[in-house]
């Protein structure tokens, strides 16, 4: 139990039961490959506000879309090619509701990463891009490696991140007691996708040693 809510809470570890498939192949007109996977999550318990014990039990049906392809750009690099990269994670929520501390009923989360190398694969930048829609939060990563030797390299990158928070409503059985005032009384907040760590930009240096 919460001592300064004076309620009780209960903790399980969940069975989920989960179907699901996957296929990759190459296609030849775009010399590009491809992969498809597809799950199926029966009665998972989502966070919903308008329950008293704020869950809801839904069904969540997840596609995921990849492609690559190392494509040339000779103006920047004559020498290798640029490995592109997508991926397209699409959720659908059987069930979803407005009180839902999830977004829904649809999610879609996208990545596109792209590297290549240079100085015969001593020098290794490369870029990730991170885009959540439904939450509008995301990321920048890039990082740049030189290696020195087969043991040795050091890596230099930033992790910028954006998101934002989202109103809900008010749940029926808070989690705390205290006295809501104030324009937003009767709303609960949430940060979704990547806002949770929106504030938490990085700039790294890492040095490895391999032995």
Known sequence: ???????????????????????????????????????????????????????????????????????????????????INTQWFIQYVSGHEKAFASNGPWNVLAVLAINTGYFDDRLLPGMSLVYDFGSNSGAWLPQITYRYSSNFSVTFGLAMFVGREEARPMAISPSSLSNRTGRHAYKDFVENGLSAVRDRDEIFLKVRYTF
């Open 1 to 83: 139990w919460t001592w300064a809510g004076g309620k009780e809470i209960a903790l399980h570890y969940e069975r989920r039961n989960i179907l699901g498939f996957g296929m990759d192949f190459a296609e030849d007109f775009t010399k590009s490959n491809w992969g498809f996977e597809f799950t199926w999550e029966k009665d998972v318990l989502l966070a919903d506000n308008d329950q008293f014990d704020g869950l809801s039990e839904v069904d969540r049906w997840n596609w995921t879309i990849s492609v690559d392809r190392p494509t040339f750009i000779n103006f920047l690099n004559q020498n290798r090619t640029f490995f």
